[in-house]
């Protein structure tokens, strides 16, 4: 049974940082690419970034541009979520997903309050 089990959310302070952490197993992470999603109360789920299997081509939405940084070791079977310069508005519950084989983790709750 696959699985995707989220780390590193919190609560952090305007303009701070967290690092996001998806740990997977039970199938070939190396082939696989990755997204981040969030989902806010009363909001839909959302994409926030996006991995090629390699790491070599990334996508983001417009609105963490410039902020969020996704990146993967396929070694350790791990794709992060650096967020640098958060904003209230990045609060959300935060989703791992593997998009081939339609797989989600739990989630890891990020907060950005003062």
């Known amino acids: 049974q696959v699985q995707l089990v989220e780390s590193g959310g919190g609560l952090v302070q305007p303009g701070g940082s967290l690092r996001l952490s998806c740990a997977a197993s039970r199938f070939t992470f190396s082939s696989n690419p990755m997204s981040w999603y969030r989902q806010a109360p009363g909001k839909e789920r959302e994409l926030v970034a996006f991995?090629?299997?390699?790491?070599?081509?990334?996508n983001y939405a417009d609105s963490v541009k410039g902020r969020f940084t996704i990146s993967r070791d396929n070694a350790k079977n791990t794709v992060y979520l650096q967020m640098n310069s958060l904003k209230a508005e990045d609060t959300a519950v935060y989703y791992c997903?593997?998009?081939?084989?339609?797989?989600w983790g739990q989630g890891t709750q990020v907060t950005v309050s003062s």
């Open positions: 991995i090629t299997s390699s790491g070599g081509n990334t």
């Open positions: 997903h593997a998009p081939r084989i339609r797989s």
